[in-house]
Nanobody
Framework: QVRLVESGGGLVQAGGSLRLSCEAS????????LGWFRQAAGKQRELVAR???????HYADSVKGRITISRDNAKNTVYLQMNSLKPEDTAVYYC???????????????WGQGTQVTVSS
């Protein structure tokens, strides 16, 4: 079983910064893809960024240049540094982990409880 605990959300003015953290625990976390999704009110959950165990990153076009994902494998923690925040970044941000569960490459996704980020204009 995998457990994900997020922290760092809050209220910030447009143009400001926030840093989200997600501490992961459980089997196979060190080899998992870790990342962040977000869900704004009335909208579908969308990928913000993800990072592989080797450090390869992928970002949504809407956040490129403003948001950076990183991971500390020694601490099993993934971070999301968000700069130049916009009101449209307002959402609940969810940490996730994609774990390979068998030799055939089957995967399973795990989710954190979510943390609210509100950007005021």
């Amino acid at each position: 079983q995998v457990r994900l605990v997020e922290s760092g959300g809050g209220l910030v003015q447009a143009g400001g910064s926030l840093r989200l953290s997600c501490e992961a625990s459980g089997r196979l976390i060190s080899s998992a893809v870790l990342g962040w999704f977000r869900q704004a009110a009335g909208k579908q959950r969308e990928l913000v960024a993800r990072v592989t165990s080797a450090g390869t990153t992928h970002y949504a076009d809407s956040v490129k240049g403003r948001i950076t994902i990183s991971r500390d494998n020694a601490k099993n923690t993934v971070y999301l540094q968000m700069n130049s925040l916009k009101p449209e970044d307002t959402a609940v941000y969810y940490c996730y982990a994609q774990v390979v569960t068998n030799i055939e490459g089957a995967t399973r996704d795990f989710w954190g409880q979510g943390t609210q980020v509100t950007v005021s204009s």
